[in-house]
Each structure stands twice: as structure tokens, then as C-alpha cells.
């Protein structure tokens, strides 16, 4: 017998101590068997070859290398016979060798065996190596035997690459087992490391990630890369390059892997390297074989490189470096069997409604007919459009010829185009699509007319062209009512597409209410695919109920729209709408502070440059801001550089909020006439807003009379926005003092405060009473308290300097400011009400805002002589 058989092999130069393997190899007398089972070159023997050595100097090993003969049935004995050596070179003395019974051991010998070992006074190892045989093993049964009757003193290894025919289970549920497995031996990244370090390999840590990942741990993988980046200069660039065709790789797998696999095994594995993922159907599918299942079973208990894809999965994957080689040979040997492979698990795919994995091997077969068809039948245009080629179909079809002889395939270019932002391509692609339609005598799908008719809708959107987006989409909407509800619901991004477009043409129409209406169902369209166009839409609803003075709704809106963003890590350029909506809100609210935030936020110039939207949106709010501070001829600079030829305009409503914002500063400045200028260029009956203006202008002429009479029919219109209505009861109440009439300008004072409850503007209200208070009177403080819902001082009646709150405090800040007025530190607040401190914070702040106080000790003084809390000097 050979020696080298019984010897333990020699640590190799480049040994990684495993020390988190090494503890689970047998060291306790209740575990005496441990099995390493992994594919070739998983660092098996070496693994329980370095703890061998580790052993400490008298604990007796004996270590046999088995051959794939040993396990026939008439070399029964000889496999003794190398235990019986292996077990003298440990120092064991045993009786004399079997052989009297052919092909199988001497019973008598196996019973002299078990008991001279069971007599031992200390353990003895037993490493059997390769113990993995390809048929069945006699030997295996005997050995079972030995190891029930020598007790605690025989401690057995099996090393091999699939589980040897020893009972394991017995062992494993009595817990006399210790498994090391493939994924135990798979290096760790400090592993991995390591072993390029002794190499002299250096490796940033993305570039160590990356070939673990390629590698899957494997350790004959890692040494190989290692030998072929050794001495390299720029190793990561190099790493980059290597796959599992390179030489070194490619020779290991075939020669320990591929080749000792049958043929028809061998062509099994090349066909099935096509897939990435596969289940045995689909197996079953490609390469014709009806007994995948098995095959794929066998494969996996033999660590043939093929596994689950995951943990107790039925769909399995060829380990990253052994399919890149079957899939290299494949294309080498027979490439036009490969397009036809690919061609198959496309249309079994396709059938199974597995979009984005059939495009895929359609595109490998480079059927791109066959890959539109796919994307069109399976109704993910309006995906296409919304991830466009960042997304993993538009990545797939980035390479679609743009002359492809394919209705479909024209269909699939224009949404490309579209989601590139290049209109007039997308445009040739639609005229081209109904060209190949006419050709093929009107021969489409439901899927193709509702396709085309989505994409015609979102052209006329990016063309700007409304009035075509209005015309279009309640044919396109008929379309969907008409498709199947399974398709609508998986596809809900169609739907969602459409009503978005027709919502913005009629916010560019005019028609708020219909816009909002539309642009409100795209906010609770589901998450995913729609996310961004469901943040998009709820940005502009946002900005529409800010313009209709509804602050609340749209500090909402847009407080929503940016914490969606974050969730699905957007960019802030996805959210500047959003924060120019926060400014206005805070410039309605007095809160200079806050706007100037947001809008630093909104016009940060590494975003890129806004929308005209947003820009009309930022200079009407920094006009604003800007009035609120004083500077009132700044206001005016800002709005006369807003840009009005902006392509594509803003919407209509905008675009007059700029104009009456700027109209209105002029009245301010002194120059009505221009103010007048500016509202005759718009037709009659001027709107709500409009009308207004010109009702100041004429008052600021010196003609109130006129301006009261305009005023009229806009006062008495019904459903007025809050915001307008208070403009126009502001308007009044000025023109009333102009007349001298104190009870009309009370009354409209009245009107206005009521109208500024739902806007919150009621700033605007305090503003204009502090200048008429001369003319209404005193006792209209009371009447302004009492509407703002604010009780007067027990015993106190107010006077004409009194403090006015114009914002209601919520019933969240009455608590905090009741533990302001008890002098309890923000942290005691925070923990008595259940929140945070940087909510009782916010609350705190908003309530000085509220209170105009700059100090808590101030708001508690302030909320005392309003009534809001007791006073602690007057109980009662």
C-alpha cells in the first residue's frame, strides 16, 4: 500500500486559520462523528488537515485517502485492510488482517476490531477521506458497526463531496453529529482577505466585495483569482476582466466538475447554463429532458455547482463561476443552440407571465421582434415609460434597433423615447408603429391599440399640448374600462399615467377642481412603479391647494410628497416643487424664518434648474417673503425677472398669481396706473382674483365708488376660494374706510376673519384692522378674539392695543404650553405627553410664533392675559 495514503497532508504555504471551523470538529465525546461535505476545491481536507496538526502531541490519528475503487464490491477487505494499516501507524496493536470472506470483511475480524478499539484508554481519530463513493459501499455498513460497538473511543471524520452512505441521520437526531457543509466552508470577506494578503494581493474593500461575491467564498476560486492578481499593479481593474473562463478557473471546473460528469450529463449542464435561475419545468422546457427533476436532484446532493437559489427553494442556479464556463463552451461549441435554448425559456416564460426574465432571453437570441411582443402582450409599456432605461426591462431593450421591421417593437422605441425626453423621436416611432400596423391589415392586439393610445396621450402631455391631452384621454380611458380588470390591477401604472396627464392639462386649463380631482387619485396610486409619479402628482396638488389658499391640505401634500421621497431615496431635485410649497405655506403663516429654508432648499443650484413651474412657483413666494420683511420694491424686482416666455409655460393660474402679486405691488408703490395696464390684459368678465385687483387699482385712482361696485357680484359669487374671498373682504373693508364707512368696513373686517379661518391667513386680517382700527373702533378687538376662538382675561375688558392671536393654538400645543407654564423642562414635557423632544420642541416653537413671543416665559405670560391657561395670581 502506497504510503501517501496514511500520511496527513502537509499544510500548504498559504493556509488561512478558520478558527470558527476548527471549534466544530470533534472535540466532545458526544459528537463522535463530523462530517466536511462541499464541491471540489471547498478547502475540505485542508480544513481538517490544519486541525490535525493542531492536535496536541499524542492524541492518536489515523488518516486514510480512499480512491473512487474503494468502494466496489470486492474491495470490501482491501478498505479494511487500509484501516488496519492506517490504525498500526497510529500505534494501535491489532489482531491479524481479514480477508477469509471475499469481498466483504470477517465478521469475527469487525468484533475484534470494535472491541480492541472500544479498550483504548484515550480516543482515537479515524479521517476518511474521499469517503464519498459513486456507487454502493459494503464497507459503509461494516464501519457503522465498528463505530455502535467501540464506544466513545473511536471518533470517525468523513471528508468528501456528497454525503457518504453511513446512517447519518441516526446519528443526527440522537446529536452525535457535527456537520461542517458548502456553506460553512464558503471564505468570509476577513477570510478572503487574509488569503490574498499572503499572496501580496492588495484589494479595496469594494473590490475584496465584489470577488467574494463572483467567487461565492469558494476557496480553490480564491486561490486561483489570487495567483493571477498576484504581482499585479492595479488589481481591481484587473479583477474586473476575470470570470470563470479564465484558464486557471476554467481547467479546475472541467477537469474536477465537467468532466466526470456522463455525456448526456454533461450536455444537460451546457443547455441549462442558459438560464440564471431555473426550476425543473423550465429545465424540462429548454433542453427537452423529461427527467430534469432528477437529474437536478442528483446534481445537488453531489455539490456538482448546482444549488437551491435559495434556502428550501425548488428553483436552482449554477454556482456564478461554473455557469459562466458552461456558458462560455456553449456559445464556443454551438451558438446557434444557444439562441434556440434562449428562444425556448422566452416563450415558456412569456406564457407564465414572467415579463422581464422572457425579454431576457428573447434579447439573448436577438429576437427583438419577440422581445417587444412580450413587453406589448404583457401591457408594460407604461413601465418602460416610467423607469425608462434605468429600470431592468429598459435596460434590457436599451440595444432595440430603432428600425426593427415590428409594430411592437416601434411601439417599445417610442416609450424609450418618451422616458428619454426626446419627443420627436417618440413621435417617428408612433407614425412608424401605425405604418407597420396599415401593412399587416390592421392586425393588432388589444394590448397594441391600448399601448399606442397611452403613448399618444403622454406625447401630447410632453409636447405641452393640453387641449390634444383633453381630446385624447377619454378615448384612452374607454380603452382601459375595456381591458381585462386582472390586467388594470397588475398594471395600475396605466391608469395612473393617463389621469396624471389629463390632471395637469386641466391644471394648465384652468380647471382647478377637475385637476386636483385627477391629480388626488395618482397620490394613492399604489407604491413601486408609481411611486414617482404618485410624488410627482401630489407636489402639484400641493402647489394648486396653496394657490386656492387651503394651507393645511397642501403643507400636507408636500410634507408627504418629501417623506416619500426619502423612503424610495430620491434625489431632493424629485421634491423642489414640494419646498417651494412649504415656503409659501410658511410665508402665509408669518414665518419668514421658514420660508427663507425652504426655499434655499428649493433653489440649491447643484439640483439642476427648476421647472417653470417651480420657478414661477419660487418668485412668487420670494416676492412674498420679501413684502413680509418690508423690502417691498425687492418684492417688485423679483416678480417683474420671472420669466413669462418660459417653454413649457406654467399653468394659466400661475401665471396671473405673478401677475396680480406684482399688479398689487405696484398699487402699493404708488403706481396703480400700471397696476390698471397690467389687468387689461385680460379679457372679460375678468376672474375672481383679477376682478379684485382691479377693484384696488381703481381705489387706489381715487375712485372707491367704482371699485365697491366691481367688488359686489365677486362677494356675493358662491364657492369662492378662501384665499380669494379674503383678498376681496380685505379690499372692501380698505375701500369702506376710504367712503368713511366704519359699520361696512367692520362688517367686511368680519367677513374677512371668518374667510382667513381656513387659509390661515389671517395675518392679512390683523394687518389691515391695525390700520382701520381708528375708524371700526375698540370693541372690535373683542369681536376679532372671540371669532379666533380666544377668551378674554377673567374680570378684564379689552381695549384696542390689545394682543390678537391669529392662529388658533391645536389641543397638542395647549399641553405643552400648560407644562411651559408649570416651568417643566422640555424633556419632562416630552416624556409626559409620549412624544419626542424635537416634537415638543416644534410645538414650542410654533407656539411663540402663534403667541408673538420670543421667550416661553413670554408666550405664558401672553396666554395668561388672553385667558388661555389660569393665571396663578387670580385663581378664581
Known amino acids: 500500500m502506497l504510503p501517501s495514503r496514511f500520511a496527513v497532508p502537509e499544510q500548504p504555504l498559504f493556509l488561512v486559520p478558520r478558527p470558527r471551523l476548527l471549534d466544530a470538529l470533534p472535540d466532545r465525546d458526544d459528537r463522535p462523528v463530523t462530517l466536511v461535505v462541499g464541491p471540489a476545491g471547498s478547502g475540505k481536507t485542508q480544513l481538517v488537515a490544519s486541525w490535525v496538526h493542531g492536535l496536541a502531541p499524542g492524541v492518536a490519528v489515523a488518516w486514510i485517502t480512499l480512491d473512487d475503487d474503494d ?59 474521499g469517503a464519498s463513493p459513486a456507487g454502493e459501499a459494503p464497507w459503509a455498513a461494516e464501519l457503522e458497526f465498528v463505530l455502535r460497538h467501540a464506544g466513545p473511543m473511536l471518533r470517525l471524520v468523513l471528508i468528501g463531496r456528497w454525503d457518504p452512505p453511513v446512517p447519518l441521520h441516526r446519528h443526527r437526531l440522537a446529536g452525535r453529529l457535527a456537520e461542517i457543509r458548502t456553506g460553512d466552508l464558503a471564505f468570509t470577506a476577513a477570510e478572503a482577505g487574509e488569503l490574498l494578503a499572503l499572496h ?19 476557496a480553490a476560486g480564491l486561490r486561483l483569482f489570487a495567483l493571477a492578481l498576484q504581482g499585479q499593479p492595479d488589481a481591481d481593474r484587473l479583477l ?20 466526470v460528469q456522463p455525456p448526456d450529463v454533461q450536455n444537460f449542464l451546457l443547455e441549462t447554463s442558459v438560464l440564471d435561475t431555473f426550476t425543473p419545468e423550465l429545465a424540462e422546457a429548454v433542453t427537452g429532458r423529461a427527467d430534469a427533476r432528477r437529474l437536478l436532484e442528483h446534481l445537488q446532493r453531489r455539490n456538482a455547482f448546482v444549488q437551491p437559489a435559495t434556502e428550501h427553494s425548488t428553483t436552482y442556479r449554477f454556482h456564478r463561476l461554473f455557469a459562466e464556463l458552461l456558458r462560455a463552451r456553449l456559445r464556443y461549441e454551438n451558438p446557434l443552440r444557444a439562441s434556440a435554448l434562449h428562444s425556448h425559456a ?28 412580450i413587453v406589448v402582450d404583457h401591457y408594460a409599456v407604461g413601465r418602460l415609460v416610467i423607469e425608462g432605461r434605468h429600470g431592468r426591462l429598459g435596460a434590457l431593450l436599451a440595444h432595440l434597433p430603432e428600425d426593427c421591421d415590428s409594430a411592437e417593437a416601434a411601439i417599445v422605441s417610442a416609450a424609450l423615447a418618451l422616458a ?100 388626488a387619485e395618482v397620490t394613492v396610486a399604489p407604491a413601486g412603479g408609481c411611486a414617482r409619479l404618485a410624488i410627482s402628482s401630489r407636489q402639484h396638488l400641493a402647489l394648486i391647494e ?81 413684502r413680509l ?41 404708488g403706481r396703480p396706473a400700471e397696476a390698471l395696464a397690467a389687468v387689461a390684459g385680460y379679457a372679460r368678465p375678468y376672474p375672481p382674483d383679477v376682478a379684485v385687483l382691479h377693484a384696488e387699482a381703481l381705489a387706489a385712482e381715487g375712485d372707491p365708488e367704482r371699485a365697491a361696485e366691481l367688488l359686489t357680484p365677486v362677494l356675493d359669487t358662491a364657492g369662492l ?156
Not at 494499516?85 to 469481498?103: E, Q, Y
Not at 492588495?202 to 475584496?208: A, D, I, K, Q, Y
Not at 409655460?649 to 399688479?663: M, Q, T
Open 546 to 626: 396653496a394657490h386656492r389658499g387651503r394651507l393645511r391640505q397642501a403643507e400636507k401634500l408636500a410634507t408627504d410628497a418629501t417623506g416619500e421621497a426619502d423612503r424610495y431615496g430620491l434625489t431632493p431635485a424629485h421634491t423642489r416643487l414640494a419646498r417651494v410649497v412649504l415656503a409659501w405655506v410658511a410665508v402665509e403663516r408669518d414665518d419668514a424664518e421658514a420660508a427663507a429654508h425652504h426655499l434655499r432648499a428649493a433653489e440649491s443650484e447643484h439640483l439642476g434648474p427648476p421647472d417653470p413651474v417651480a420657478a414661477a412657483a419660487v418668485a412668487l413666494v420670494q416676492s412674498r417673503r420679501l
Open 420 to 519: 428619454d425626453a426626446a419627443v420627436d423621436r417618440c413621435a417617428l416611432q408612433l407614425a412608424r408603429a401605425q405604418d407597420l400596423v396599415i401593412r399587416r391589415d390592421w392586425e393588432y392586439s388589444q394590448a397594441l391599440a391600448l399601448a399606442d393610445s397611452i403613448l399618444n396621450v403622454l406625447l401630447a402631455a410632453a409636447r405641452a399640448d393640453h387641449q390634444q391631452v383633453l381630446q385624447l384621454t377619454p378615448a384612452t380611458e374607454q380603452a382601459l374600462a375595456r381591458t381585462p380588470a386582472e390586467v388594470t390591477a397588475a398594471h395600475q401604472e396605466l391608469r395612473a399615467l393617463t389621469v396624471a396627464a389629463r390632471g395637469l392639462a386641466h391644471s394648465q386649463a384652468g380647471d382647478l377642481d377637475a385637476a386636483a380631482s385627477c391629480l
Open 200 to 218: 501580496g494581493v492588495e484589494l479595496s474593500r469594494t473590490g475584496l466585495a465584489a470577488l467574494l461575491e463572483h467567487t461565492e467564498g469558494w
Open 629 to 669: 420683511r418690508g423690502d417691498s420694491p425687492g418684492a417688485l424686482r423679483v416678480l417683474e425677472r420671472a420669466g413669462t416666455g418660459a417653454q413649457p409655460a406654467p399653468p394659466e393660474w400661475l401665471v396671473r398669481d405673478l401677475c396680480v402679486s406684482r399688479a398689487r405691488l405696484l398699487i402699493g408703490a
Open 721 to 876: 376660494d378662501p384665499a380669494i374671498g379674503v383678498d376681496a373682504w380685505l379690499a372692501r373693508a380698505r375701500i369702506a374706510g376710504q367712503l368713511g364707512e366704519a359699520g361696512q368696513a367692520r362688517t367686511a373686517l368680519q367677513h374677512a376673519l371668518r374667510a382667513a379661518s381656513a387659509p390661515g391667513r389671517r395675518r392679512d386680517v390683523a394687518q389691515v384692522w391695525a390700520r382701520l382700527s381708528g375708524l371700526v373702533g375698540a370693541d372690535f378687538a373683542e369681536q376679532t378674539r372671540a371669532l379666533t376662538g380666544a377668551a378674554t382675561g377673567a374680570g378684564r375688558a379689552p381695549g384696542a392695543g390689545d394682543l390678537v392671536i391669529v392662529e388658533a393654538l391645536s389641543p397638542r400645543e395647549m399641553e405643552v404650553l400648560q407644562g411651559m407654564a408649570a416651568m417643566l423642562p422640555t424633556e419632562e414635557i416630552a416624556a409626559t405627553l409620549y412624544v419626542s423632544v424635537n416634537t415638543v420642541k416644534t410645538h414650542v416653537r410654533s407656539i411663540l410664533r402663534k403667541l408673538s413671543a420670543a421667550r416661553r416665559n413670554e408666550a405664558v405670560r401672553r396666554a395668561r392675559s388672553l385667558g388661555l391657561i389660569p393665571d396663578v395670581t387670580h385663581p378664581g
Open 240 to 259: 474586473a476582466t476575470m470570470t470563470g473562463q479564465d484558464t486557471g478557473v476554467a481547467g479546475y471546473l472541467t477537469d474536477e466538475v465537467l468532466r
Open 71 to 129: 468502494d466496489d464490491d470486492d474491495r470490501s477487505s482491501d478498505f479494511w485492510a487500509q484501516v488496519v494499516t492506517a490504525l498500526r501507524r497510529a500505534g494501535m496493536a491489532l489482531p491479524a488482517d481479514p480477508g477469509s470472506v471475499p469481498g466483504a470483511a470477517d465478521r469475527r475480524f469487525l468484533i475484534r476490531l470494535a472491541a480492541a478499539l472500544a479498550l483504548r484508554p484515550e480516543p482515537l481519530v479515524l479521517v476518511l477521506d
Open 346 to 373: 422566452a416563450r415558456w416564460l412569456a406564457a407564465r407571465g414572467r415579463t422581464v426574465e422572457a425579454v431576457g432571453h428573447a434579447v439573448q437570441a436577438r429576437d427583438w421582434a419577440a422581445a417587444a411582443t
